[in-house]
């Protein structure tokens, strides 16, 4: 009698949270649905853009809405634009689905095989252990500590592959919910930051730099490059360190269990392994005009060592463990570069004219800020990469008629770097993305600390470009 009365409590209880949950979830989409249409409403009949653009920026809408408030699982929600750009036109299914096989994609899925065979045989507690005996054992300490990492990883590798790195490091630190978020917001954020160490610590850098290339404008050395981002560097990532430690002051941490922690055979296997996966990225990351590098490609290197893992005797996964591999953060990478490709099909260049043109009587300080703080709310749209891709022709034609060559390229590396800075959105950069989806952060969150830091980087932005790069420009 009694086990039958708990097991009507338990099917009560299991049936409440399904309805609790439906509700949540349809009130989620009824939200995003809504948004889309206003979007829509203010885009054509405000704005005056076509139905074809003021129907693109809707869904848009609908997908950062639902990707916030998680009506929907992550993974699905990426897919959506495969079903809904071929629909209304935006896209064809050929064109959309293309995306979810980009190169970068590979890069990813790359990254991930080594850091489950890092989780699967502990080398990520002996990797803490070893960062954290240098700094305080305080959760500031910690966040200096993953900071310091990202950035002196970052000086040689991307920053989606910093954060693919040391991921199972920050999760590992603390089990506390509040630390481990933080911890988690610390990798990403510095990540991001350390991207911009190097012209080669990102894509974006890269981008520029070619760009800059193309249309015969002087380029920026390996070296000139560092000395200008150095500074900006350490006061991002002590700004980062006091914004996140806020509300901490009292929470205590147990890293007793690393003590325990010895070297194995199978650590020692895995760290040549990582040893020889950054020797080998190292070189072969050019430094121009010095050295043209390798010439191999980055995302093929990254699967290559991660299919490694897989080979009997020598890696440290069987198959069941690609189950561990986030695939739908795969899927949420190749929303985004369809959403990129729909955006430079969509002929927004006038657009952007005639906003910036509409500055061109302001001091260049302030013109300089308002740059800034449009990609920032750009970046919550879309990827640094792609933003970059196609905002830096569109901000070369549309200034040249009232700025020259230096200014140009001031406003070029700003933005640049500023696309590096959106900290709010879990689409916005690979690290960011990296995190939310893998170490379960939750959006609010996200956006609250992110907010906070990406408005120190836009002021200090600001500054940089008229006291400090001007100087080497």
């Excluded at 009130?27 to 129907?55: D, H, M, Q, R």
């Excluded at 230096?406 to 406003?411: D, E, I, N, Q, V």
């Amino acid at each position: 009698m009694i086990k039958f009365s708990i097991k009507r409590i338990q099917a009560r209880a299991r049936t409440k949270a399904r309805k609790s949950e439906f509700i949540k979830s349809f009130l989620g989409i009824c939200i995003a649905i809504l948004l889309g249409l206003f979007a829509f409403c203010f885009v054509y009949l405000y704005l005056e853009a076509s139905l074809k653009v003021s129907i693109l920026l809707a869904l848009i809408a609908i997908f950062i809405t639902l990707w916030t408030n998680k009506a929907l699982p992550i993974g699905v929600v990426s897919l959506l634009p495969i079903i809904l750009f071929p629909s209304f036109g935006i896209l064809d299914t050929k064109e959309a689905t293309s995306n979810y096989a980009n190169p970068i994609v590979f890069l990813f899925l790359g990254g991930f095989m080594i850091a489950a065979a890092t989780e699967k045989i502990g080398l990520h507690r002996l990797i803490a252990k070893i960062f954290l005996s240098k700094f305080p054992k305080t959760p500031e300490g910690i966040l200096y500590a993953l900071g310091f990492a990202s950035i002196l990883l970052g000086a040689a590798l991307s920053n989606s592959t910093v954060a693919l790195l040391l991921l199972p490091v920050a999760m590992s630190i603390s089990k506390d919910k509040v630390l481990k978020t933080r911890f988690l917001l610390a990798l990403a954020f510095s990540a991001s930051i350390g991207g911009i160490t190097t012209p080669i610590s990102s894509p974006p850098n890269l981008i520029y730099l070619g760009f800059l290339e193309s249309i015969n404008l002087p380029g920026i050395s390996f070296t000139t490059w560092i000395f200008m981002m150095l500074p900006l560097v350490f006061i991002m990532l002590f700004a980062m360190v006091k914004i996140l430690s806020i509300g901490l002051e009292k929470k205590e941490l147990d890293l007793s269990f690393f003590e325990e922690v010895q070297m194995t055979k199978e650590h020692k296997r895995l760290l040549f392994f990582l040893a020889s996966l950054l020797f080998l990225l190292l070189i072969n990351s050019p430094i121009k005009p010095f050295y043209n590098g390798l010439g191999l490609n980055e995302n093929l290197i990254l699967l290559a060592f991660g299919l490694l893992m897989f080979v009997p005797k020598i890696g440290f996964l069987e198959w069941n463990d690609s189950k561990a591999i986030p695939y739908e953060l795969i899927f949420l990478f190749g929303a985004s570069f369809c959403i990129a490709m729909a955006f430079s099909q969509a002929e927004l260049g006038g657009a952007f004219v005639k906003f910036f043109a509409l500055f061109s009587e302001l001091p260049f300080v302030f013109f300089a800020f308002i740059a800034c703080v449009c990609a920032i709310i750009a970046t919550s749209l879309l990827s640094t990469t792609a933003l970059i891709a196609i905002i830096l022709p569109i901000i070369n034609v549309a200034t040249a008629s009232f700025l020259d060559d230096t200014y140009r390229m001031l406003s070029m590396l700003l933005l640049t770097i500023c696309a590096s800075f959106c900290f709010m959105i879990p689409i916005s950069t690979p690290p960011n993305a990296i995190v939310f989806n893998q170490g379960g952060v939750r959006a609010v969150d996200m956006l609250k600390f992110g907010f906070l830091l990406s408005v120190v980087g836009i002021l200090l932005l600001s500054l940089f470009g008229i006291w400090y790069w001007w100087l080497f420009l």
